[in-house]
């Protein structure tokens, strides 16, 4: 059964601090990995991944994939209280474009 | 960007009612969606992909004749919850394939409540 896992579950830190968020799969016929960012209503995307070993970065956000250990990791670094949301990470697979989702990351930046 | 369009953002229903949801992807043409669900505090969970011209695929699990989805045209699908019970209050949310993209087009998300 394909699986998407994400940790930690919940996290709360304090502004300025980095956090890292990962993300572990293990599917059959992988195409891709995203990241996306969800606050109130729909995820909004952050990354896409194919490759292993090729680093994606946005302002503060950055993420790697490693297709031999089957993880990724979201990397958030002076954090700030708009970063609180949950971040989730999907796989998509070559055999269709469905994407399935981990079980999200919550975090909460505090002042 | 694309823009996918999800409609009502928020409904209430009676319990034994059945309510509709569209989503609509409004810059393109869009052969596959995607329907999800998601209660609260946990993550998106696929219902069923939703192919034009032809019948939906359902993972294990849903109901079919419980969320009918029909993909009349490239770029209409719609998501009716039959017979709604309390249960099926939780938030849906359609994607949009345009087909090569890999990133998946998120509609704003309908917040159904069956009281």
């Known amino acids: 059964e394909d699986k998407v896992v994400q940790s930690p579950l919940s996290l709360v830190v304090h502004e300025g601090d980095t956090v890292t968020l990962n993300c572990s799969y293990e599917v059959t016929n992988f195409r891709s990995l995203l990241w996306y960012k969800q606050e109130k209503k729909a995820p909004t995307f952050l990354f896409m991944l194919t490759s292993s070993g090729i680093e994606k970065k946005s302002g503060r956000l950055s993420s790697i994939l490693d297709k031999k250990e089957l993880f990724s990791i979201l990397n958030i670094t002076a954090t700030q209280t708009g970063d609180s949301a949950v971040y989730l990470c999907?796989?998509?697979?070559?055999?269709?474009?469905?994407?399935?989702f981990g079980t999200g990351t919550s975090l909460t930046v505090i002042p | 960007g694309a823009v996918v369009s999800q409609h009502p953002s928020r409904v209430i229903c009676k319990s034994g009612t059945s309510v509709k949801i569209e989503c609509r992807s409004l810059d393109f043409q869009a052969t596959t969606m995607f329907w999800y669900r998601q209660f609260p505090k946990q993550s998106l969970m696929l219902m069923a992909t939703s192919n034009e011209g032809s019948k939906a695929t359902y993972e294990q699990g849903v109901e079919k004749d419980k969320f009918l989805i029909n993909h009349a045209s490239l770029t209409l699908s719609t998501l009716t919850v039959t017979s709604a019970h309390p249960e099926d209050s939780s938030f849906y949310i359609c994607s949009a394939d345009r087909g090569g993209a890999t990133e998946a087009f998120f509609g704003q998300g309908t917040r159904l409540t069956v009281v």
């Open positions: 999907a796989v998509v697979l070559n055999t269709g474009n469905q994407f399935y």
